[in-house]
């Protein structure tokens, strides 16, 4: 679970595998072990597994050896492996839906194969056959709110999932021509200008996740409640904090409650403190993808770690034009800013934000673990749920001129439990991805 698609310059970030696996990408999704996720773009998709501590590695890329599923056929081992066709510099949005598609619970959801909640005990083959009384879109359309898209975003999703899955699919070359999703982009998201230039593949996908959000909102009457408010007497006192941590959470499940959120969302809180007088402001927000802006110091790859560290440990001081009003001061000050995770949920949405300035320093490549990424040290909440991921997708832009250059998504098959590339409608198995 995200700009996905790159900027002019230096996108390159790394994958890696049990050999050495070097790609430029945007995001990569982590799955929880056991199994939360975890996705990036710009980069990857990690989930939660069982704690499986592995080295960090990484290699060049290599052609797989392979034969693309798309043009041959395929056999009826591979049939679950489908592309999707561009439309017309739509590569954006197709590796924003193979990414979304992998999220295995929301697969199965929007086919109506599944019990919700959904235990981390439960195996794939229980899973597959858990169809009595099942939940799906179908019981949590809402057309009726105001903040969604009368339920016609989510009905086109669950038409595209289907026919990933086999309803009215294309048998000699297994693709599908997501005709019927991009009208839904172009009606709701004119943003993307679809289908006439290239586009963002992780504004798509937090586009994606929201509007789904809204029209599978359970709540079906809103009443207006005010946001709950930080007060100077809660700084330092951890129970406090916690408390105003649950009612913030509380008043945002009071706005909308869904299967999205409750895959795909997780919460940041932020700390602002004034450098004149040190009034102190705390804040909770909820996130569908994770921003984290990778390092420019130091030669050579810089690890995800590391770049944890600095975006959820270190303070940064506010810009001048992005500054603070401090009510004590009564101005707008550069004030410190301290952004922490509070909490994440079985799939984390990393957006590796690589877009620069001209005049800029360049990023250094990202490397990222496929196994074992585990969170504790930067979640500061208290949780008692594994916090250990698994990487599960990676949206991969390579820039060829401005303004133009094409996508990939690499992704894990909860089914088959290997790694695929698509590249539009083609598809083909890395036999040595993990």
Not at 81 to 101: D, F, I, K, P
């Amino acid at each position: 679970m995200t700009g996905v698609i790159c900027s002019p310059n230096y996108l390159t970030s790394h994958l890696p595998t049990l050999s050495t696996f070097t790609i430029p990408t945007f995001g990569i999704c982590y799955k929880q072990c056991s199994r939360p996720r975890l996705l990036l773009t710009q980069g990857s998709l990690y989930s939660h597994q069982s704690y499986y501590k592995l080295k960090m590695v990484e290699t060049e890329l290599a052609r797989p050896e392979e034969s693309p599923v798309d043009q041959r056929g395929a056999s009826s081992d591979e049939a679950h492996a489908v592309g999707l066709r561009n439309l017309g510099l739509t590569g954006w949005m197709n590796t924003g839906l193979q990414c979304l598609h992998s999220i295995k619970e929301l697969t199965y959801y929007f086919l109506g194969t599944t019990t919700y909640p959904y235990s981390r005990t439960h195996s794939l083959h229980l899973l597959t056959h858990l169809q009595s009384k099942a939940e799906n879109h179908k019981s949590d359309l809402n057309t009726t709110n105001i903040l969604g898209y009368s339920g016609e975003v989510a009905s086109s999703y669950a038409s595209l999932i289907e026919h990933l899955h086999g309803k009215n699919l294309n048998a000699r070359t297994n693709t599908h021509y997501p005709s019927q999703f991009l009208a839904t982009v172009k009606k709701y998201a004119p943003q993307f200008n679809a289908g006439r230039a290239q586009a963002d593949a992780q504004e798509f996908i937090a586009w994606a996740l929201d509007a789904l959000s809204e029209d599978l909102s359970r709540v079906k009457k809103r009443t207006y409640v005010e946001k709950p408010e930080f007060e100077e007497g809660m700084i330092g006192n951890d129970d406090a904090i916690e408390a105003f941590a649950e009612k913030c959470i509380a008043w945002e499940r009071g706005r909308c409650d869904s299967i999205v959120r409750d895959l795909c969302h997780g919460w940041l809180k932020s700390t602002l403190e004034c450098p004149s007088c040190q009034n102190t402001s705390i804040s909770f927000d909820s996130f569908s993808n994770l921003p984290v802006r990778p390092s420019r110091e130091g030669t050579g790859r810089v690890p995800l770690e590391e770049c944890f560290d600095k975006n959820f440990i270190e303070s940064r001081v506010l810009e001048e034009h992005d500054g603070w009003y401090c009510k004590r001061c009564d101005k707008v000050q550069t004030a410190f800013l301290n952004t922490e995770i509070w909490d994440v949920s079985d799939y984390v949405i990393v957006h590796l934000k690589k877009f620069t300035r001209p005049e800029e320093k360049p990023f250094l490549p990202t490397s990222y673990p496929v196994k074992g990424l585990d969170l504790k040290p930067w979640v500061r909440g208290k949780s008692e749920k594994s916090l250990v991921f698994d990487l599960s997708a990676v949206v991969h832009h390579r820039y060829a001129y401005p303004g133009r250059g094409y996508y990939k998504a690499f992704l894990k098959d909860f089914e088959k439990d290997v790694w695929m590339e698509y590249n539009g409608n083609l598809c083909f198995q890395w036999s040595q991805m993990m």
